[in-house]
């Protein structure tokens, strides 16, 4: 599997917790991605894509840290599952229109983004979404 084989080559396996989301974050980006563009050639990714691929990549590691954050909250929550699942959408499409921007910022006359940029992106992101769903209950 292709997805595999990538991620095991860009993520070492070290059996921790945050290494485990990073690896699980990766291969949902990935699979996605094939999802989305089943003639991507994961093994000779054009630029355009390598950018695309980390904008999924990085949402999909905010979003696992939002879901992990708030999971307790959201099953003692007495809303009816209809709306629980209107949250998740919602914050699902503000996080990946937020990343996608944030990305396209940082990537703006730079042929890469640092490590210092992708970690403000994430703690920005997550920061921002409980500031605008935090009040949803």
Same mark, same amino acid.
């Given at each position: 599997?292709?997805?595999?084989?990538?991620?095991n080559?860009?993520?070492?396996?070290?059996?921790?917790?945050?290494?485990?989301?990073?690896r699980?974050a990766?291969a949902?980006?990935?699979?996605?991605?094939?999802?989305?563009?089943?003639?991507?050639?994961?093994l000779?990714?054009?630029?355009e894509?390598?950018w695309w691929?980390?904008?999924?990549f !990085?949402g999909k *590691?905010?979003?696992?840290?939002i879901?992990?954050?708030?999971? +307790?909250?959201? &099953?003692?929550d007495v809303v009816? #599952?209809?709306?629980?699942?209107?949250? !998740?959408?919602? *914050?699902?499409?503000?996080?990946?229109s937020y990343v996608?921007? +944030?990305?396209k &910022?940082?990537?703006n006359?730079? #042929?890469?983004?640092?490590?210092?940029? !992708?970690?403000? *992106?994430?703690?920005?992101a997550?920061?921002?979404?409980?500031d605008v769903f935090g009040r949803?209950?």
């Amino acid at each position: 599997d292709v997805v595999s084989a990538v991620v095991n080559h860009v993520i070492e396996s070290g059996g921790s917790a945050d290494e485990e989301s990073c690896r699980d974050a990766m291969a949902e980006a990935l699979s996605e991605a094939l999802q989305k563009k089943p003639d991507l050639d994961l093994l000779n990714v054009l630029e355009e894509d390598l950018w695309w691929l980390m904008e999924l990549f !990085v949402g999909k *590691i905010i979003l696992r840290q939002i879901f992990f954050d708030i999971g +307790q909250i959201f &099953e003692k929550d007495v809303v009816t #599952p209809d709306i629980r699942v209107s949250r !998740v959408d919602a *914050i699902v499409e503000f996080v990946e229109s937020y990343v996608s921007v +944030q990305v396209k &910022e940082a990537r703006n006359g730079n #042929p890469a983004v640092s490590q210092k940029d !992708v970690c403000k *992106i994430i703690r920005d992101a997550v920061r921002l979404t409980f500031d605008v769903f935090g009040r949803m209950r």
